[in-house]
């Protein structure tokens, strides 16, 4: 498709305009990331000078925390029988019955 002369002289005309609009658009953008840094770095000037909170605390880690207080108290508990001479029967272990064939090898031929 060939261009004709009068599309050659809208182009011309044209040409400072569409200059400056692709000016326009690259110093947008440098701006917008220079807004979007200064943002960024006050956040971390708030974050750096404020207290946070206390999260909540009523969850899992809470019960975490109790379990193992009270495993450490039980622990406690039966050393002090055991250095008293109090021996209590164990709790007989479970065996675990395992197959000498099963799971030593891998189909991998699907």
Known sequence: MAIQPIDMQVLFSR?????????EQRDGQLHTQLVQGAELVKRAEQQEHSVTG???TEGE????????????????????GKKRGEDK???PRQEVLTEAYLGKKIDISG
């Not at 040409?15 to 000016?23: F, H, R, S, V, Y």
């Not at 880690?61 to 002090?80: W, Y």
């Open 61 to 80: 880690d809470v019960r975490h925390v109790k379990d193992e207080n009270r495993r450490q108290q039980q622990g406690k508990k039966s050393d002090a």
């Open 89 to 91: 029967e164990e709790t």
């Open 15 to 23: 040409l400072n305009q569409l200059g400056k609009e692709q000016a």
């Open 54 to 56: 206390a999260r909540e």
